[in-house]
């Protein structure tokens, strides 16, 4: 079965940091662009961080560059998010989300992807 599994999400303070799995099974990330969007409420899913795994090439929004970093494991076939310095705007249901093509620009522009996770939730407050 093709899936992939988000976890780690979870209550912060503002200035905390958390760390965000998304472990692919059924399938590898060899060769994928692998993204974290996020849907706050009220408000359109964006894209946060994307990488492309065969190069490890990366993308940022606006928002969260400095602050968020995407990785991956291979031999575990994860990738990771993690957030420092975590603002209540964080707040929100994050998502990763898998095309296995490698089309980096393709998932985080247009969000086109063969796998989503059914997403983490993320909240930021004091």
């Known amino acids: 079965q093709v899936q992939l599994v988000e976890s780690g999400g979870g209550l912060v303070q503002p200035g905390g940091s958390l760390r965000l799995s998304c472990a692919a099974s059924?399938?590898?990330?060899?060769?994928?662009?692998i993204a974290w969007f996020r849907r706050a409420p009220g408000k359109e899913r964006e894209g946060v961080a994307c990488?492309?795994?065969?190069?490890?090439?990366?993308l940022y929004a606006d928002s969260v560059q400095g602050r968020f970093t995407i990785s991956r494991d291979s031999a575990k076939n994860t990738v990771y998010l993690q957030m420092n310095n975590m603002k209540p705007e964080d707040t929100a249901v994050y998502y990763c989300?898998?095309?296995?093509?490698?089309?980096?620009?393709?998932?985080?522009?247009?969000?086109?992807?063969?796998?989503w996770g059914l997403g983490t939730q993320v909240t930021v407050s004091s």
């Open positions: 989300a898998a095309n296995r093509r490698g089309w980096l620009l393709a998932l985080w522009q247009r969000q086109q992807a063969d796998s």
């Open positions: 990488i492309h795994d065969r190069d490890g090439s990366t």
């Open positions: 059924g399938f590898t990330l060899a060769g994928a662009s």
